[in-house]
Each structure stands twice: as structure tokens, then as C-alpha cells.
């Protein structure tokens, strides 16, 4: 049986996985710290990790010109197929090397995408590159997953699914600092018969005080750490939390 590299196979059922996650609600969240964090309204952002390019959609219909950039051309391909997604530039590039053309006044990065980065060196480059292509007064806005998460929810254990015509298990590993993730897809085609995928994915838990060598480092400064789709300090039981960081 083949292993797919990462979302090869998971971006044909990514966005049926993410249905409960409140997409609208974060967009109108991270609008929200554009005005708290922002003496501007920014109308170029970038989106990095975008996936099949949901929040890049949403953004976009509020009149925002996005760029999303995400290292899985199975992804871009879903985020391709999307309504208005031709007024989206979508870039095959890794969030740790990308390029741009010029600088945006906004950078997101959603859905625990930075806890995939799990080289040290490769998530200091990702706060280099945001400074060097954000503009003056721009800021950085992503999530990570928190210690809580990954020591009481994934831990070592073992979930199942079924989600419209999908059955999957996730099986967790956690170390104290990289969590492996075993993804068994069984999914029904057209002709009833299940197909399976497998796939493993790694994440690293980035600790509050390692962000801040890395946003310190890039000539950042931070504006605010946030539980979990509010304006609030963390809580102790959040699983994830947002950072706000500015140019």
C-alpha cells in the first residue's frame, strides 16, 4: 500500500473534513485585529499555507486582493477550482523559501499551518521572509497549536470519523515536541466501492518563548497574543492560540 506524500491525497477530502471549522467567523475575526492592529485598512494580504484556499475565498469576496501560497499542488488545484478563484494569485511555493513580486500589507497563517514547519532554522525563515515582503505597519497574523493540545487532546490517542462518505482514523504520537499524525482514509467513489488513503504528517509545538526569539530576531514586534478567536489572554485549556506581530 502506498503512503501519499503530505494532502496528495488529503486535499480530495480536506474541505469535507473542515466543514465545522467557522470559516467566516475566524475571516470576520482576523478583520477585527486589522482594525485593533492596523492604522491602515490593508488591501493586499497573502495567505500563507492556504490549503484548498477557503480563507483566500472568503477574503476576497470582502474586497481584499489575496495571494495564497501553499507548498501542496493538490491543494492549489482544489483552491483553483473554487468560485472567483481566478481573482486570486496562487502561488506553488513553501512558506519557508516563497517570493514575492512586492511587498502586501498583510500576512496570515491559518489552521495550525505554521506548526508544520518543524525545523527551528526553517521558522525563524518564515518570520524573515513576512518582514522582508510585509510593508511598514502591516502585520503577521497566525495560529499555532498549544502544549495543552498536544500533551491532553492528540497525545498518543486515537480517533475515528465518518463524515459524508468518508471513514477515517488519526492516530497521535507526541514526543513533548513533534506530534505524528497516521491518517487512514476509506473513501466511498462513485461506484460505492471505498478507496483508502494513507497518510503521515508531523507537526512541532513552537513555544511562546521560541516565537519570540523568532519574531524578535526578524525585526518584528509582537501586538498581541489571543485565545482562540477572541481579543482575551489564553486561557490554560486553550488548543490554540493567535499572535498578532507587526512591522
Request: charged fraction near 25%; hydrophobic fraction near 35%.
Amino acid at each position: 500500500m502506498e503512503i501519499l506524500p503530505s494532502y496528495t491525497g488529503f486535499s480530495d477530502v480536506y474541505d469535507i473534513l473542515t466543514d465545522d471549522v467557522e470559516y467566516e467567523k475566524r475571516c470576520e475575526y482576523i478583520e477585527k485585529l486589522f482594525k485593533k492592529h492596523m492604522s491602515y485598512t490593508p488591501n493586499l494580504i497573502a495567505d500563507l499555507g492556504c490549503g484548498t484556499g477557503t480563507v483566500c475565498s472568503i477574503m476576497a469576496k470582502k474586497g481584499y486582493d489575496m495571494i495564497g501560497i501553499d507548498s501542496s499542488d493538490s491543494m492549489l488545484y482544489r483552491a483553483s477550482q473554487k468560485k472567483g478563484a481566478k481573482k486570486i494569485l496562487y502561488l506553488l511555493q513553501d512558506m519557508t523559501s516563497f517570493e514575492l513580486y512586492g511587498t502586501v500589507d498583510a500576512f496570515l497563517c491559518m489552521l495550525d499551518s505554521l506548526n508544520y514547519v518543524t525545523d527551528s532554522d526553517e521558522v525563524e525563515e518564515v518570520f524573515s521572509l513576512v518582514a522582508n515582503y510585509l510593508n511598514p505597519g502591516g502585520v503577521f497574523i497566525f495560529d499555532v497549536n498549544t502544549l495543552h493540545k498536544y500533551e491532553n487532546i492528540l497525545s498518543d490517542n486515537t480517533f475515528v470519523f465518518e463524515e459524508k462518505n468518508v471513514f477515517y482514523t488519526w492516530e497521535n504520537s507526541f514526543d513533548g515536541e513533534y506530534c505524528d499524525f497516521r491518517l487512514n482514509f476509506f473513501v466511498k467513489n462513485k461506484n460505492g466501492v471505498y478507496n483508502r488513503i494513507l497518510e503521515e504528517h508531523t507537526q512541532m509545538y513552537h513555544s511562546h518563548d521560541f516565537l519570540m526569539k523568532a519574531i524578535e530576531k526578524a525585526g518584528l514586534t509582537l501586538e498581541g497574543v489571543y485565545g482562540e478567536l477572541t481579543e482575551e489572554a489564553p486561557s490554560e485549556n486553550e488548543q490554540r492560540v493567535f499572535y498578532v506581530v507587526k512591522r
